[in-house]
């Protein structure tokens, strides 16, 4: 069965960094690509980034570009969020969300994991 | 940016009726296209890819149509554990982008 668990959410003051994880297992990870969305609290979704098999193409939402990292470590089985200069506006949960398989564009966001809460406050 | 446009944004129906949700795009998207479900407190689930590719497991009475910028969700007989809320994705370009979410409730 596939699986995602996030962890690393937590209280984070605003202008710090935070790293969310994602750990996969049950599918041959390195052959997907992996996304994060996140969700502020009674909100709608907003994707924030994708990253390709090989780390070679990274996607961003434009209003983390420059601020946020996405990674993988395909050894791990692990997808990577890093989180810099926090704002108020990023409180949310992040979703680590598996995308398509290499070849194939259209199997977006399937499935997802059970979030972890990221709180940007003073 | 591709601007997606739900409607309605809330709506209210009784089990047995039929349903029908609306995302339009602002630009012509072919049928990158896929619809989630996401009921309070938990996590979203993928009912529809490529517009109108049902996802292994999900009922047969949730369907998807359209293609370039006018697309649907149909509940052909809605249940009691439909009652959420559904968002469209386009994937055709980036930045993705949700639809604001349509919320189903019981009437």
């Known amino acids: 069965e596939v699986h995602l668990v996030e962890s690393g959410g937590g209280l984070v003051q605003p202008g710090g960094s935070l790293r969310v994880s994602c750990a996969a297992s049950?599918?041959?990870?390195?052959?997907?690509?992996m996304s994060w969305v996140r969700q502020a609290p009674g909100k709608g979704l907003e994707w924030v980034a994708n990253?390709?098999?090989?780390?070679?193409?990274?996607f961003y939402v434009d209003s983390v570009k420059g601020r946020f990292t996405i990674s993988r470590d395909n050894a791990k089985n692990s997808l990577y969020l890093q989180m810099n200069s926090l704002r108020a506006e990023d409180t949310a949960v992040y979703y680590c969300?598996?995308?398509?398989?290499?070849?194939?564009?259209?199997?977006?966001?399937?499935?997802w994991g059970q979030g972890t809460l990221v709180t940007v406050s003073s | 940016d591709i601007q997606m446009t739900q409607s309605p944004s809330a709506m209210s129906a009784s089990v047995g009726d039929r349903v029908t949700i609306t995302c339009r795009a602002s630009?012509?998207?072919?049928?990158?296209l896929a619809w989630f479900q996401q009921k309070p407190g938990k996590v979203p689930k993928r009912l529809i890819y490529?517009?109108?590719s049902l996802q292994s497991g999900v009922p047969s009475r949730f369907s998807g149509s359209g293609s370039g910028t006018e697309f649907t969700l149909t509940i052909s007989s809605l249940q009691p554990e439909d009652f959420a809320t559904y968002y469209c994705?386009?994937?055709?370009?980036?930045?993705?982008?949700f639809g604001g979410g349509t919320k189903v409730e019981i009437k």
């Open positions: 969300a598996r995308g398509p398989v290499s070849g194939d564009y259209v199997r977006w966001f399937d499935p």
């Open positions: 049950g599918f041959t990870f390195e052959n997907y690509w």
């Open positions: 990253i390709n098999r090989d780390s070679s193409e990274k």
């Open positions: 630009q012509g998207i072919n049928n990158y």
């Open positions: 490529a517009a109108s």
């Open positions: 994705l386009q994937h055709h370009n980036y930045p993705l982008t």
